[in-house]
């Protein structure tokens, strides 16, 4: 992998996931992998509890283009209209917090609070971190990772995982999906490339 890569971020073939011993496999084996992708956060193999930090910093989340915090905007005031985002409709309500699968040794570890970010943290290990969501559209995974690449060098990933609600669901997850691969996810990419420079 070329330092010019690892530095932009980039979509990842589902493999990069799924062929990992991650500990969510066991946890959520009934959602779909919608997204896996590279973050641009060259480091060291002691480096992932700096990439936990940034994202619970909300460096992360300060970082994406106007047009991505816009089209977040829209998405939050269109759930509130429609009820999606309401009471009932999240965890521990419409669906039951994945926190009621995990391992006893994973219930010890929980991760940080998320005062900044809208996901509930699940575990935390040495090399990845795990994060909840629910509405009634979808219930979702967000999972980072610090993995090691082919030239011997260390990056984080994310992985999204969602098991939608419904019909609604999928027709939700089907609309979004272009505006996420051009508006959101690189400007993302580019928010935390640049948190994780300013923290080096």
Same mark, same amino acid.
């Given at each position: ?5 690892? &530095? ?6 589902? /493999? ?6 991650? =500990? $969510? ?28 930090? &940034? ?12 047009? /991505? ?11 509130? /209209? ?37 996901? =509930? ?26 993995? =090691? ?5 260390? &990056? ?19 609309? $979004? &999906? ?11 990419? =580019? ?6 420079? /300013?923290?080096?």
């Amino acid at each position: 992998m070329t330092t010019t890569i690892s &530095r932009t971020g980039h979509r990842l073939p589902p /493999a990069a996931h799924t062929e990992q011993p991650w =500990r $969510i496999h066991d946890i959520a084996p009934d959602f779909d992998l919608e997204d896996v992708w590279a973050l641009p956060t060259p480091g060291g193999p002691d480096d992932f509890p700096r990439l936990v930090e &940034r994202f619970v910093s909300g460096d992360v989340a300060d970082n994406p283009s106007w047009i /991505a915090r816009t089209l977040f905007t829209v998405r939050w005031w269109i759930g509130g /209209a429609l009820g999606w985002d309401g009471d009932g409709q999240g965890l521990d309500q419409r669906v039951a917090s994945l926190r009621e699968r995990l391992p006893a040794d994973l219930r010890v570890t929980p991760g940080p609070d998320l005062d900044r970010l809208p996901f =509930r943290s699940l575990y935390l290990t040495d090399d990845e971190w795990a994060m909840e969501i629910a509405n009634s559209t979808v219930h979702a995974v967000s999972h980072l990772s610090w993995v =090691r690449t082919r030239d011997g060098s260390y &990056r984080g990933q994310m992985a999204v995982l969602v098991r939608p609600n419904g019909r609604l669901g999928e027709a939700y997850m089907a609309a $979004i &999906r272009p505006f996420r691969y051009v508006l959101v996810y690189p400007p993302l990419m =580019r928010g935390i490339g640049a948190s994780w420079d /300013a923290a080096t």
